[in-house]
């Protein structure tokens, strides 16, 4: 059975930052695009970011772009997301998930991707 566990939640003040990490079992860690996606209270879950298989292609959501960065290491079967710069509206469970297709195509939507973690809190307080 795949899992995937992430780690790295907290409460951060505005302004600060984290670093989560999501690692993977019982797959074959290289042959899957990632992503992470969040979800806050009363809202929908939606794509904060996503990786290529082999690192080389990464895609953002446009409320991230420039605080947030995503990368792997395959030989860790790792995927990483350091948050910069964090802001209230961050706030939110955070979860990664895994995409078999070879192509990056249609990666920020949530039917894309075949297997998902549990998620980790991240609270930002302002």
């Known amino acids: 059975q795949v899992q995937l566990v992430e780690s790295g939640g907290g409460l951060v003040q505005a302004g600060g930052s984290l670093r989560l990490s999501c690692a993977a079992s019982?797959?074959?860690?290289?042959?899957?695009?990632m992503g992470w996606f969040r979800q806050a209270p009363g809202k929908e879950r939606e794509f904060v970011a996503a990786i290529s298989r082999s690192g080389g292609s990464t895609d953002y959501a446009d409320s991230v772009k420039g605080r947030f960065t995503i990368s792997r290491d395959n030989a860790k079967n790792t995927v990483y997301l350091q948050m910069n710069s964090l802001k209230s509206e961050d706030t939110a469970v955070y979860t990664c998930?895994?995409?078999?297709?070879?192509?990056?195509?249609?990666?920020?939507?949530?039917?894309?991707?075949?297997?998902w973690g549990q998620g980790t809190q991240v609270t930002v307080s302002s």
């Open positions: 019982r797959l074959t860690f290289s042959s899957y695009a």
């Open positions: 998930a895994a995409d078999w297709r070879p192509t990056m195509s249609s990666i920020s939507r949530v039917s894309t991707y075949d297997y």
